[in-house]
């Protein structure tokens, strides 16, 4: 798995572990996702883009250093917490539908 560029997870409502050898991953997809655990995509420095639509909860440095990271599609979430896209220097287009937004943790989107 450690030359995976595509990274869909179709039936997962919680993730909260981290893919060891796969941090090449590109592109993410978890479509029925409703939770990112704490530190779960941290140093995914290759990771472009994110689509989790009906998740509401990104917990703490979930996608701390994500280098790459261009993109994220969150429209449902209602909580993120502290440093979770941390170091996203690229980060160009966040997409964040929900009006309202209960908690952003301190320094969420800091570069």
């Given at each position: 798995m450690e030359g995976l560029k595509y990274l869909y997870l179709g039936e997962d409502k919680t993730v909260?572990?981290?893919f060891a050898g796969c941090k090449k991953v590109e592109y993410l997809t978890l479509p029925n996702c409703t939770e990112i655990g704490q530190d779960t995509f941290n140093g995914y420095a290759a990771l472009k883009y994110i689509?989790?639509?009906l998740c509401t909860k990104i917990g703490s440095s979930a996608f701390y250093?994500?280098?790459s990271l261009?993109?994220?599609y969150l429209p449902k979430v209602s909580a993120?917490?502290?440093q979770a896209f941390h170091?996203?220097?690229?980060?160009k287009n966040v997409y964040l539908l929900n009006s309202s937004i209960a908690s952003f943790g301190t320094s969420a989107?800091?570069?």
């Amino acid at each position: 798995m450690e030359g995976l560029k595509y990274l869909y997870l179709g039936e997962d409502k919680t993730v909260k572990e981290s893919f060891a050898g796969c941090k090449k991953v590109e592109y993410l997809t978890l479509p029925n996702c409703t939770e990112i655990g704490q530190d779960t995509f941290n140093g995914y420095a290759a990771l472009k883009y994110i689509s989790i639509p009906l998740c509401t909860k990104i917990g703490s440095s979930a996608f701390y250093e994500a280098n790459s990271l261009k993109r994220i599609y969150l429209p449902k979430v209602s909580a993120i917490g502290a440093q979770a896209f941390h170091s996203c220097a690229q980060l160009k287009n966040v997409y964040l539908l929900n009006s309202s937004i209960a908690s952003f943790g301190t320094s969420a989107f800091d570069i």
